[in-house]
């Protein structure tokens, strides 16, 4: 997979492209990156699959730090490269296999392209999640003073 970003995936809206993407099961989905500093990443993510239901599922970690559940999904999954040099995530979805997926920003920085490659009974599965800018995060990271 490739590895080389020219700038850290910033926080807002983005939404799959599925013309442009290649999954493992068809879905549509939204993504906010909330938080995506060097030692952080917080996401939310509401996919809806091929038989329309809706899922909601977040996801708050640290990069070089321990595993930990995405909400709604029982996956568990942990940051294994730095901010800078794009989103390098490694885990396991339950029932599929294990998985490490590298999400780098394009060079217009406005899509967000995710490689994957998933280790299953039937052997090796790749995907791409690749995603377009759509807004900038609604949402306001410091509490104003009152």
Request: glycine share 8%.
């Amino acid at each position: 997979m490739p590895t080389d970003v020219r700038a850290r995936i910033p926080a807002g809206i983005w939404t799959l492209n599925t013309a442009r993407s290649k999954l493992l099961s068809p879905k549509t989905m939204t993504l906010w990156i909330i938080h995506n500093t060097a030692d952080e990443l917080k996401w939310v993510a509401v996919e809806t699959n091929s038989q329309h239901q809706t899922s909601i599922n977040s996801w708050q970690g640290r990069y070089g730090g321990d595993a930990a559940v995405v909400t709604g999904t029982g996956i568990k999954a942990r940051l294994t490269s730095t901010a800078m040099e794009g989103i390098r995530t490694e885990g396991e979805f339950p029932g599929l296999g294990r998985f490490v997926e590298f999400c780098r920003l394009s060079e217009d920085g406005r899509r967000m392209i995710c490689d994957g490659e998933v280790t299953t009974e039937e052997g090796l599965q790749k995907y791409r999640e690749d995603f377009d800018w759509f807004s900038d995060s609604p949402h306001a990271l410091s509490v104003p003073e009152q």
